[in-house]
């Protein structure tokens, strides 16, 4: 194939992916810009307490099926997180094996706030129900979100009382350039997708082509009379 043609190609397909190659390279310079540790929050959360030395009640399951049971320490000493076949979980008392209600708001903003590393202030504590949980929050359980005064979210099981995730403003930032990258912003978790795959590929194929152009310019030039 001349020169020109594959120039001619080449232009084409840089006009059908220039703008997908900017949002590719612009989100993942922001995506690179902190380490990935500083993302997640991980200085911000405080070290969990030492499971303490003590003998364990079987917690009581009242005839639902456990998928599994986990012995956890939080500030306000130990529990047993179940989580039951059916999806539901529940946490029991670790000394009496007898079933704890839900976390109330309270308690959630104790929970928060001892999770944390710093002293910072909450903002506000809300309760979501699973169906209605925040994109950021991600596990689809129901939860308390305690915002802090720096604008970060810590997510704790309205069941279990577990630290689901922390959330902080650049984690969010990192999560809407995530779904640009991969080119979903409704539910940034689809890798594999037509749109993704196909400006993939006419990237892939604009790129071979305009190596070859190295070569067939090369050639040319060494053709021109002088």
């Not at 190609?9 to 993942?28: C, D, E, N």
């Not at 109330?104 to 104790?110: I, K, Q, R, T």
């Not at 504590?125 to 939860?143: H, I, K, N, Y």
């Not at 978790?189 to 196909?198: C, F, R, V």
Request: charged fraction near 20%; charge should be positive; aromatic fraction near 8%.
């Amino acid at each position: 194939m001349k020169h020109h043609k594959l120039m001619r190609w080449h232009v084409w397909l840089g006009w059908l992916i220039g703008v997908p190659i900017i949002i590719w390279t612009a989100s993942g310079l922001l995506m690179v810009a902190q380490p990935i540790e500083t993302v997640r929050g991980n200085h911000l959360r405080s070290e969990p307490p030492v499971l303490d030395a003590i003998q364990p009640v079987a917690p009581k399951l009242e005839g639902r099926q456990a998928k599994s049971l986990t012995l956890q320490q939080n500030s306000a000493g130990p529990f047993w997180v179940i989580a039951y076949a059916d999806g539901g979980k529940r946490r029991a008392d670790a000394m009496t094996g007898a079933l704890l209600p839900p976390v109330s708001g309270a308690e959630a903003n104790m929970l928060a706030s001892a999770a944390r590393s710093d002293a910072a202030a909450i903002r506000s504590v809300t309760l979501f129900a699973a169906g209605q949980a925040p994109m950021d929050q991600r596990s689809g359980r129901p939860s308390w979100q305690v915002v802090f005064d720096d604008d970060a979210r810590f997510y704790i099981d309205a069941d279990s009382g577990e630290l689901i995730a922390v959330r902080t403003r650049f984690w969010r930032a990192f999560d809407f350039m995530w779904g640009l990258h991969i080119m979903d912003l409704q539910t940034r978790e689809d890798t594999s997708h037509p749109i993704l795959i196909g400006s993939a590929a006419i990237a892939l194929l604009g790129s071979i082509l305009g190596f070859v152009m190295l070569f067939t310019r090369r050639r040319r030039k060494r053709r021109k009379p002088s």
